[in-house]
């Protein structure tokens, strides 16, 4: 304190002005983000990636908050997730018991918000005359019975996706079949394949289909996405969002936002938002099922002014 005490009380001050403005803009990220406003990174699962960005062109454009999206596949997402690369998700599953334990080693409970119901369809190319395919067919030929069916290959978006994760399930295998099944990097490149291919049954994200991007019109207009009969059904049914609701379509998912930012970030805000009024209302124009349904508003008139001819 006899070195301060040598220096002119308005030098003193200014250190520990400077002091307190350093520790202030060294402090947690908390700070200088809310539920509204700020910028935070998403990691999303590639075969969500268009739903998503739908929601983040809205949600900036009411809010003065930044969102990144970063697509990967899903064993990429979760890694990164795990890793602390982001804190926030988007995947078409929730976290297993084990990935829960990294977590709550760092004494973080995750926020889990379903906002969707995803489909995963089957693609020819119109060339092809088949508008029906059963899904025991699709699970016979990824275990190598290639027998009475007129699939070619089966083609995949990414080895490590969600989308074959969720077939390599049905077909009770562990990893993707070496023999007639392809993948490629993307949704997109799927459809352009499939399109150009007969014989290939693509699969990919239903909403890669129905908001093609404008690239991506033309070969989405050359394919057809066929009507799946389950493991249980006898009837064929379409990935429409009626069906989807009705339980008919055999290939549904949940989908869901998760949050790991232990504090009330961007995270909470975008969550509440999809989950909410306007949010839902994209999911439905997707072409996907929301998880609330939006009301309609309808305006009654007591009266009715007849247009002057």
Same mark, same amino acid.
């Given at each position: 304190?006899?070195?301060?005490?040598?220096?002119?009380?308005?030098?003193?001050?200014?250190?520990?002005?400077?002091?307190?403005?350093?520790?202030?803009?060294?402090?947690?990220?908390?700070?200088?983000?809310? =539920?509204?406003?700020? $910028?935070?990174?998403?990691?999303?699962?590639?075969?969500?990636?268009?739903?998503?960005?739908?929601?983040?062109?809205?949600?900036?454009?009411?809010?003065?908050?930044?969102?990144?999206?970063?697509?990967?596949?899903?064993?990429?997402?979760? /890694?990164?997730?795990?890793?602390?690369?982001?804190?926030?998700?988007?995947?078409? /599953?929730?976290?297993?018991?084990?990935?829960?334990?990294?977590?709550?080693?760092?004494? =973080?409970?995750?926020?889990?918000?379903?906002?969707?119901?995803?489909?995963?369809?089957?693609?020819?190319?119109?060339?092809?005359?088949?508008?029906?395919?059963?899904?025991?067919?699709?699970?016979?030929?990824?275990?190598?019975?290639?027998?009475?069916?007129?699939?070619?290959?089966?083609?995949?978006?990414?080895?490590?996706?969600?989308?074959?994760?969720?077939?390599?399930?049905?077909?009770?295998?562990? $990893?993707?079949?070496?023999?007639?099944?392809? $993948?490629?990097?993307?949704?997109?490149?799927?459809?352009?394949?499939?399109?150009?291919?007969? #014989?290939?049954?693509?699969?990919? #994200?239903?909403?890669?289909?129905?908001?093609?991007?404008?690239?991506?019109?033309?070969?989405?207009?050359?394919?057809?996405?066929?009507?799946?009969? #389950?493991?249980?059904?006898?009837?064929?049914?379409?990935?429409?969002?009626?069906?989807?609701?009705?339980?008919?379509?055999?290939?549904?998912?949940?989908?869901?936002?998760?949050?790991?930012?232990?504090?009330?970030?961007?995270?909470? #805000?975008?969550?509440?938002?999809?989950?909410?009024?306007?949010?839902? /209302? =994209?999911?439905?124009?997707?072409?996907?099922?929301?998880?609330?349904?939006?009301?309609?508003?309808?305006?009654? /008139?007591?009266?009715?002014?007849?247009?002057?001819?």
């Amino acid at each position: 304190m006899k070195n301060f005490a040598k220096l002119p009380y308005f030098i003193f001050i200014s250190f520990i002005v400077l002091f307190f403005a350093c520790n202030q803009s060294n402090g947690p990220k908390s700070n200088k983000e809310t =539920i509204l406003k700020g $910028s935070t990174t998403i990691l999303v699962d590639e075969t969500l990636k268009p739903i998503v960005e739908d929601q983040i062109e809205v949600f900036e454009s009411r809010y003065e908050a930044k969102i990144k999206l970063d697509a990967k596949s899903e064993s990429e997402v979760i /890694r990164a997730f795990v890793k602390d690369t982001a804190s926030i998700a988007v995947l078409s /599953r929730t976290l297993t018991n084990e990935e829960m334990k990294v977590f709550d080693n760092k004494k =973080i409970a995750p926020k889990v918000t379903k906002f969707a119901i995803d489909a995963i369809a089957f693609i020819t190319t119109k060339n092809d005359n088949d508008t029906l395919i059963a899904l025991q067919d699709v699970i016979a030929f990824m275990n190598g019975n290639y027998k009475g069916t007129a699939i070619k290959g089966l083609v995949f978006d990414n080895p490590n996706s969600s989308t074959v994760r969720y077939m390599n399930t049905l077909a009770g295998l562990k $990893s993707i079949p070496q023999k007639g099944v392809f $993948s490629f990097k993307t949704n997109d490149e799927v459809i352009k394949f499939v399109s150009q291919n007969e #014989g290939m049954v693509g699969i990919v #994200g239903v909403n890669w289909l129905s908001q093609p991007s404008p690239a991506m019109q033309e070969f989405v207009e050359k394919v057809t996405i066929l009507s799946v009969k #389950g493991l249980s059904d006898s009837k064929y049914y379409s990935p429409t969002q009626n069906n989807i609701a009705e339980g008919k379509y055999a290939l549904a998912r949940d989908l869901y936002i998760i949050n790991c930012q232990g504090y009330s970030g961007l995270g909470m #805000g975008f969550a509440s938002f999809v989950a909410g009024d306007i949010g839902q /209302r =994209i999911v439905l124009k997707s072409g996907l099922l929301p998880v609330k349904i939006p009301p309609r508003k309808l305006n009654i /008139r007591k009266q009715i002014n007849k247009d002057k001819k």
